[in-house]
Structure formats: structure tokens, C-alpha cells
């Protein structure tokens, strides 16, 4: 069935409205007067039978015009929400069952369905468009009565409220969807609506963040700023923006979030309230910081580098300041060794014996000095060259070191044993100043009582070798520990054994070049044991 | 006694001038020294000598600092002139340094020595360069002086 009209059935009113429309339909489908009148008859009869019994009801018009009957019908349709209706059935439905050719009572779990029809003759005539015609000449028509009007009106009225109603529905699902906070609000910073991300996201309704004026959710020392800003810029009447942290009530932590706020104008351009939003936009805070600490600390690594660069600098300085210094001291330290040995030789005879003792003495101070100065310059050389990592073999090194201490090994009647070595990366020359020096000293600082013996070793641990110099002399007392590798520091007096007390921290020095580190152990009068730790890859 | 043999010394101590004369004299070859104060002093005497085509000495032996003109830098022109290059040079140093060591070498000295410390060292180097001006005395070599230096 093709629907041309309805109705609504609730007064008595409205069944004049069936009976008019009826006859109407029937006229322009070409009825007879008298067509017409039963037809409209039978329509109001059912019309009349549901506004006094039934529910909600309504009536369609319209035409039945099916292409494979050739039969087409008018039809008026009652439908009715009262479900027990049919009890109530009684002669004026059987009256209108004669009147139409048509004639059924369908029940269903809504309520009921009576569907009328009227043959059309003639039907061939009725086209779809004229079917068209007839509907538009309904909704046009002119209001047959105010009552007529009135309700027409409340219909349309009805219709725009229902999709005004969907589409506030429909509005408010998407914006309630999305994850992020759409507010309006008015000048005093009042929330007048807010979607329900806002209380996802806050934990607070909009009336409870117009109560606590957004205290909990902005950081205590940005709230005073954030609300000065608001009232700046509502004075301006412009839209504005600014990144502000909200709290998260779920995870209590403070997020970015832009947020975007616009005037809402009347037609004179007064502000009536404000809309906007609020996005998180934390990631993109965090990369931005991200960066910037990136670039801060490329920059503080610049700032470092050349920091290296000028200690370095100043490093090298320093050491040829040494050199140069010491160099120039060997001139003059020269000359008095030369006249006092020429003073010696030739003049000898002709002072006394507190002279001879004095010249004595000043020869071996000189000495000394030479001794001291000769260390010196080797010190500050340790870094002098450009060095070269060299695959050795370390028991080549401590032959060699042996070699040159052998007076002093022969004197002292030393034995020292060396077992087997390993083959490591070293700087040659460093390495075996330090073997000569460790070396000389074990034999250097020997017990009156036994004649000094020397045992070097090595021993790998993880990834580090460990060279040993473990002897039988003096020792050391263990607190010196640390004074023992600084530059002139020694433990005993020059009478009982000499020395400029450069060695250990030329060793230490030499360690230091190797990425490595040296230490040692000992009990006064226990022999002491040096202990040489490299990385097995230097 | 070969009184054609000149050793042309330079230093601009003047102490170590007088000890180097006082050791010739002590090794009875006062005449074999000729002392100058600086470089400069050692090619004003060599283009003199050169030009009034005298006789060259045997053998030129450098202090290496002086003033003016220093003693690498001495070398340096002696070895570039064709009239020079073959009078052989000893660099005579108050210190032991090795990269001054490697830059003489390089510039073409035969040796490299450390002045002395003693009155018998002196009379020694100065007996050993008179001894070389006659073939009797070699120096060692650079490369055996550098290994003796590490």
C-alpha cells in the first residue's frame, strides 16, 4: 500500500477530518458521490470505534496498486497500540466490513492493524503520477477547520522536536566519543556545557570545576598565570589559545593539553558565551623537550669537548714548561759539576780538609740535583711523544730492564726470576721504564739481612693481566700507599738509600698511559709486592 | 803537529767557549779551535774564508740554543749551500732531547753529543774531534744514539 495521508485519531474532532479527507481521496480517485460516501462511511465507523476504545491510534490513506493485479484499491488503514482492542469489536466494525470490498483485522504484538479497501473502476487511469499529485495535494490543503490547522502544525511541530531531538542525541554520542574536552563557557569562566570527556579525563563534573575554579586539575604554580590569562583575553573578545598541564585523574599525572577557546556572537556582535576545546598534546610536549634536552646536552657535550681541548692544551703546556724548565736547569747544574770537578782535580791540594769535605759535598749534591733533573725530564716526557701501541713481548722488556740495572744486580747479589709473560698491546718504551724502575727498586730497597730476590709474574683475571713484582726487601708500611706514587715523595732518608723520588710516579704515570692501574702491598720488613693491572686489550 | 786542521766551534756561552780553548790548550792543539758566538758568526766565517779562498775547516761543531741564529737553524743553511754541505757538522748540546735529536739527523749533522759534565770529558771531546779531522775518530752514528736514548 502506497501512502497518501494519515491522520491521527484522537477526538471526536478528528473524525470529521477522516470523513473529509476520505471523501476527498475518493473524488480524486474518481469515485461516484455515493462511492465516496461509503467509502468515507466505513472509514469513519472504524475511526470512531478506536478513538472511543483504542490507543495512540492513527489512520492511512492511501491506494493499493499493485502492477500484477488490475485491480487497485483505496485503503484506509487504522493502526491502534491497544492490544485487547479486538474485545471490544462489536456491530460497527461488522457494519463497515460490508460497506468495503476489502476487509481485515490483523493483530499483532503491538497492537492492532484494520485494513480497509474500495475498488477503483476505471483503475487502468491511475498512473504513479497522478498518485503524486494527490499526495502533494494533501499536504497542501488548505486547513479545512482551526482545529485542523492547529493540529497539522503540532505535527510538523512534533516532527522538527523529534529530529532536533536525534540530532542533539546523535551530537552529543560523537562529541562524548571523542578524546578530547569540547566546553562551552561564559565570560565569568563558567562551564555551561562540557562532553563527557571532561569528567573522564578530570574526574570532575562541570559544576564541580565551576565550584573549585579548576584548582585540583592546574599545577599550584600555574594557577594564578592560567586564570589571569582567561581574563585578559575574554577582555579582548578574540579567539585564543594557550598549552596548559591538566591533571589526570586516573593516573594523577599533569598532561599538556592546547587549549582552543572562540567567542559565540549574537547578531550585534555581544559575546554571548564561549566554545572550545581542550587536546591532549603531551606527546609532541614531551618530543619538544625530548629535543631541546637533546640539543642541550649536544650542546653541554660541545661545551665538554672543549673543556677536554683546553685542558689538554693547558696539559701540554704544562709538560713543556717542564721540559724547557728542566732542560735549562741541566746548563748552569752543568757548569758547577765542571768547576767543581776541575776544582777538585787541580786545586785539591791546596785546601784543607773541612774545604776537600765542603767540595766533596756540594760535588754529590750536585749529583743529586743532576740525578733529579735527569728523572724529571724523563718524567714529563711520558706524554712528549706521539706513542704507539706495540704488540711486545713483555719478556723481552724485562730482560732488557735487567740489562740495564745489572751493576746493581751484580752488587747486590740480587736473584731475580721472571716467569713466563704474556705478549700485550703496551708503549714499549713506558713499559719498560716501568719494569727498570720497579725492577731497580726491588733490589734497591733490600733487607741488610738477605740478599734481595725478585720474582715477576703474570696472572690473568676476567679481562684484565696482572704483572707482579713481589720481592723480599724492606717493605713499606701501607698507609704511605697512596704518597708512594706522588711526584718526590719518599719513605726514607737519602743516606740510607737514595733516589729522587720520581720512579713510582713515573710508574704511575706510565700505569695511568695504559689505561691501566698500579698498587702495592706490604708489611714493614716482609718484602713488598707491586701489582701492575692492565686491560688485556691495551 | 797538522796546524791545517780548524775546528770552528760555535757557542754563545762564553764560559763554555773559554773551557773548549782551555781544553784544546790542555791537549796542546791551542791553534785547531776557532771559537764564535752564533750561527750568524759561522757563515760570515766560512763566506770569508770561502771567498778569500782559504782553506775550510774540518769540521763545524754547534751549540744548538744561541741567539740570532741557532744551531738547527745554522745547519740548516750550511747544508743547503753547495760550498758547505760537505764539511760535516756535530751538534754539541747542553741537554739530551730527542726530537732535537731527530730534526739534526734529518738536517743532514753527522753526530749528536751532550757537553760534559767533567774537566777528562772535555779534554776527551775535544782530543775526539781533532782525532776525527785526521780519520783516527768516528762518531756514533744517529741511529745507534737514538737507540741508546730510549
Not at chain 1, 295 to 318: A, H, I, P, T
Not at chain 1, 491 to 510: D, F
Not at chain 2, 80 to 98: E, G, H, M, Q, T
Request: glycine share 4%; proline share 3%.
Amino acid at each position: 500500500m502506497q501512502e497518501i495521508t494519515r491522520i491521527t485519531l484522537e477526538t471526536d474532532m478528528d473524525l470529521v477530518l477522516v470523513h473529509k479527507r476520505t471523501m476527498k481521496l475518493g473524488e480524486l480517485a474518481g469515485l461516484s458521490l455515493a462511492s465516496q460516501t461509503t467509502f468515507a462511511t466505513a472509514a469513519s465507523e472504524v475511526a470512531r470505534h478506536v478513538i472511543e476504545y483504542g490507543y495512540n491510534a492513527v489512520l492511512i490513506l492511501g491506494i493499493r496498486a499493485d502492477i500484477k493485479d488490475p485491480e487497485k484499491f483505496l485503503m484506509a488503514r487504522v493502526l491502534d497500540h491497544n492490544i485487547n482492542l479486538t474485545e471490544k469489536i462489536h456491530e460497527s466494525m461488522v457494519y463497515a466490513k460490508k460497506l468495503v470490498d476489502r476487509f481485515s483485522l490483523e493483530q499483532t504484538d503491538k497492537g492492532i492493524e484494520i485494513t480497509l479497501g474500495f475498488k477503483i473502476p476505471g483503475a487502468h487511469k491511475i498512473i504513479s503520477s497522478r498518485i503524486e499529485q494527490w499526495i502533494s495535494s494533501f499536504s497542501v490543503e488548505q486547513p479545512i477547520s482551526p482545529y485542523d490547522e492547529i493540529k497539522r502544525k503540532n505535527r510538523l511541530l512534533q516532527e522538527l522536536a523529534e529530529k532536533l531531538t536525534n540530532s542533539e542525541t546523535q551530537y552529543r554520542e560523537v562529541t562524548n566519543a571523542l578524546p578530547l574536552i569540547i566546553f562551552s563557557i561564559n565570560e565569568e569562566g563558567e562551564l555551561l556545557y562540557a562532553n563527557s570527556w571532561l569528567k573522564a579525563f578530570t574526574g570532575f563534573e562541570a559544576h564541580e570545576l565551576n565550584e573549585n575554579k579548576w584548582k585540583p586539575v592546574i599545577r599550584e604554580e600555574e594557577f594564578a598565570f592560567a586564570w589571569e590569562f582567561w581574563w585578559q583575553h575574554v577582555a579582548e573578545k578574540t579567539p585564543f589559545k594557550r598549552e596548559l598541564e591538566l591533571k589526570n585523574d586516573s593516573t594523577g599525572e599533569f598532561i599538556w593539553h592546547l587549549i582552543s577557546v572562540t567567542p559565540v556572537t549574537d547578531e550585534i556582535g555581544e559575546v554571548l558565551y564561549w566554545t572550545g576545546s581542550m587536546v591532549d598534546i603531551h606527546a609532541q610536549k614531551v618530543m619538544e623537550q625530548t629535543m631541546r634536552d637533546n640539543k642541550e646536552l649536544k650542546e653541554m657535550k660541545l661545551l665538554l669537548e672543549e673543556k677536554v681541548g683546553e685542558l689538554n692544551r693547558s696539559n701540554q703546556e704544562l709538560e713543556q714548561f717542564a721540559y724547557a724548565a728542566s732542560h735549562d736547569l741541566q746548563e748552569p747544574l752543568r757548569k758547577i759539576a765542571y768547576y767543581s770537578d776541575y776544582l777538585n782535580k787541580h786545586y785539591a791540594e791546596l785546601i784543607d780538609e773541612r774545604g776537600k769535605l765542603y767540595l766533596g759535598n756540594m760535588m754529590s749534591a750536585n749529583q743529586r740535583m743532576t740525578q733529579l733533573i735527569h728523572d724529571l725530564l724523563n718524567f714529563s716526557r711520558i706524554y712528549r711523544e706521539n706513542l704507539h701501541l706495540v704488540k711486545t713481548d713483555l719478556n723481552i722488556l724485562a730482560t732488557e730492564a735487567m740489562n740495564d740495572l745489572d751493576l746493581a744486580i751484580k752488587a747486590k747479589h740480587a736473584q731475580i726470576e721472571v716467569s713466563q709473560l704474556p705478549v700485550i698491546s703496551v708503549y714499549p718504551m713506558q713499559m719498560r721504564q716501568l719494569f727498570q724502575n720497579l725492577i731497580s727498586n726491588a733490589v734497591k730497597f733490600s733487607d741488610d739481612q738477605r740478599a734481595p730476590s725478585v720474582k715477576v709474574y703474570a696472572e690473568t683475571i676476567g679481562n684484565v693481566v696482572q704483572l707482579i713484582f713481589e720481592d723480599n726487601g724492606v717493605g713499606f708500611e701501607e698507609k704511605y700507599l697512596d704518597k708512594m706514587f706522588s711526584l718526590f715523595q719518599r719513605l726514607h732518608s737519602r743516606e740510607k738509600y737514595a733516589g729522587t723520588g720520581i720512579g713510582l710516579a713515573m710508574c704511575k704515570k706510565i700505569a695511568d698511559l695504559h689505561n691501566g692501574t698500579i698498587t702495592a702491598s706490604s708489611q714493614p720488613g716482609n718484602g713488598a709486592k707491586f701489582i701492575l693491572t692492565l686491560p688485556s686489550v691495551a | 803537529m797538522d796546524n791545517t786542521v780548524k775546528i770552528l766551534l760555535a757557542d754563545d756561552d762564553v764560559e763554555d767557549r773559554f773551557i773548549m780553548q782551555d781544553a784544546f790548550n790542555a791537549i796542546n792543539l791551542p791553534e785547531v779551535p776557532l771559537l764564535v758566538e752564533d750561527g750568524e758568526k759561522v757563515l760570515e766565517y766560512l763566506s770569508e774564508t770561502h771567498r778569500n779562498a782559504g782553506v775550510l775547516p774540518s769540521l763545524v761543531v754547534l751549540d744548538l740554543n744561541m741567539p740570532r741564529l741557532s744551531g738547527t737553524q745554522t745547519l740548516r743553511e750550511l747544508k743547503s749551500r753547495d760550498a758547505y754541505k760537505d764539511i760535516p757538522v756535530i751538534i754539541f748540546s747542553s741537554s739530551l732531547n730527542v726530537i732535537e735529536m731527530h730534526e739534526c739527523k734529518q738536517l743532514g749533522a753527522l753526530s749528536y753529543m751532550v757537553k760534559p759534565f767533567t774537566y777528562e770529558e772535555y779534554l776527551l771531546s775535544a782530543q775526539h774531534f781533532y782525532d776525527f779531522c785526521l780519520n783516527k775518530h768516528s762518531f756514533p752514528e744517529f741511529n745507534s744514539l737514538i737507540n741508546n736514548f730510549k
